[in-house]
């Protein structure tokens, strides 16, 4: 039977996985780091890949009347097909290195110093970023260009390092592509569906058969938490980064990848 400490170590993971997933801070990073110092450990991390199922849903949930939208506009528009083409171009780079050599980067890379270091580091990038002006070509996702499409799924291929964040590296792609902030950030919510999907897939199917009753009852409680905590924060996140940048999320990074490193010294 689940016992209540890994039931609250679940919750705990699952709400740190839904409030970082669509940030540019790495939601991988800070559940290794939070799994580590609370003692949770996953069957080849089987556990947090599949409660972003959460997040995914979260996503559908804002998204859904554009979603709808875009799905009616197919057959007449050609600007909603292009679109459409674009977000699976995007995604193309990451299935492919995915599919490759996910169980290599898992096995080398999963690792508590290396997403440290990658925190402080992608802080640091976005903090540059934030203060460099940078020639605005983009405010409005629809209107990416194919190539751009390409070059910002190949940054987003950075993100198989954990702690570099999935939404930083499209985002940060997207913004030296010439996207603004808003438009950036949107295009990395689009391209998070195809992207989680197919990773919570692929999870799935290399490791169920390793699953037991415990196991899918904690990743069915991560589910339903990631869920409401992603929520929150899809309805917010565009607004904010729209008035305020990404100082914020840039220096709580280093904050919590410097402190990871003193954990790891202090505690091992």
């Known amino acids: 039977m689940m016992d209540a400490m890994s039931i609250a170590k679940a919750v705990v993971l699952a709400v740190v996985e839904g409030a970082t997933e669509f940030i540019p801070v790495s939601s991988t990073g800070h559940q290794l780091l939070v799994g580590h110092f609370i003692g949770f450990h996953s069957p080849n991390n089987t556990f947090e890949v599949l409660i972003q199922l959460g997040a995914i849903l979260a996503i559908l949930a ?11 506009a197919l057959p007449n528009d050609p600007k ?24 290599v980067i898992k096995a080398y890379l999963f690792n508590p110093w290396i997403v440290c270091a990658t925190l402080v580091a992608g802080g640091l990038v976005l903090l540059v970023l934030d203060d460099t002006e940078l020639e605005v070509k983009k405010t409005d996702v629809y209107d990416f260009t194919l190539p751009m499409d ?8 950075l993100a198989m390092i954990p702690g570099v964040s999935r939404s930083g590296a499209t985002i940060v792609g997207a913004m030296l592509m010439g996207a603004d902030k808003r438009s950036a950030t949107e295009f990395s919510f689009y391209l998070a569906m195809p992207t989680m999907a197919g990773a919570f ?12 009753s415990d196991d899918v009852g904690l990743i069915a409680i991560g589910f339903v938490v990631a869920f409401v905590s992603a929520l929150v924060v ?8 729209s008035r305020h940048g990404f100082w914020l999320f840039a220096w709580w990074r280093i904050i919590v990848g410097s402190a990871g490193f003193a954990g790891l010294i202090i505690f091992g």
């Open 80 to 103: 909603a097909r292009r679109f459409v083409l674009g977000i699976l171009v995007a995604f193309l780079p990451a299935a492919i290195v995915g599919g490759l050599f996910s169980k």
């Open 201 to 212: 897939a692929k999870d799935l199917l290399d490791n169920y058969r390793n699953l037991g």
């Open 150 to 157: 390409l070059k910002i799924g190949i940054f987003q291929c």
């Open 62 to 72: 804002v998204y859904f009347r554009r979603l709808l939208g875009i799905a009616f």
């Open 234 to 241: 899809v309805r917010t996140v565009l607004d904010y980064v």
